[in-house]
């Protein structure tokens, strides 16, 4: 079965950079379409971003484009999360996600990584 892993959360100050990483394992990584969501404290999970299995078609939320990259890296089945200029409204739990098709939406996403915290003070 695939199992995902966040790493790379963690606390930083506002305007800074965090990357994240997601390990895939226990399956195919390139056949995978991977997603980014975020779960903050009293909200509903909502989508950050989406690459598609090869890496060349990408999708984001439209308040985090600019901001925000999602890349991956089939060689050493991993997914990024590129964060720029953070700010406080950004602290959520930040979770990966596969999917064997392309999808925006997490009821798509079968298999969710635990999540990583992403906390960004003033």
């Known amino acids: 079965q695939v199992q995902l892993e966040e790493r790379g959360g963690g606390l930083v100050q506002a305007g800074d950079s965090l990357r994240l990483s997601c390990l895939f394992s226990?399956?195919?990584?390139?056949?995978?379409?991977m997603g980014w969501f975020r779960q903050a404290a009293g909200n509903e999970r909502e989508f950050v971003a989406q690459?598609?299995?090869?890496?060349?078609?990408?999708y984001y939320a439209d308040a985090l484009k600019g901001r925000f990259t999602i890349s991956r890296d089939n060689a050493v089945n991993t997914v990024y999360l590129q964060m720029d200029r953070l700010r406080p409204e950004d602290t959520a739990v930040y979770y990966c996600?596969?999917?064997?098709?392309?999808?925006?939406?997490?009821?798509?996403?079968?298999?969710w990584g635990p999540g990583t915290q992403v906390a960004i003070s003033s």
């Open positions: 226990g399956g195919s990584f390139s056949a995978y379409a």
């Open positions: 690459i598609n299995y090869s890496g060349d078609s990408t």
């Open positions: 996600a596969a999917s064997r098709a392309f999808a925006l939406v997490s009821g798509a996403y079968p298999y």
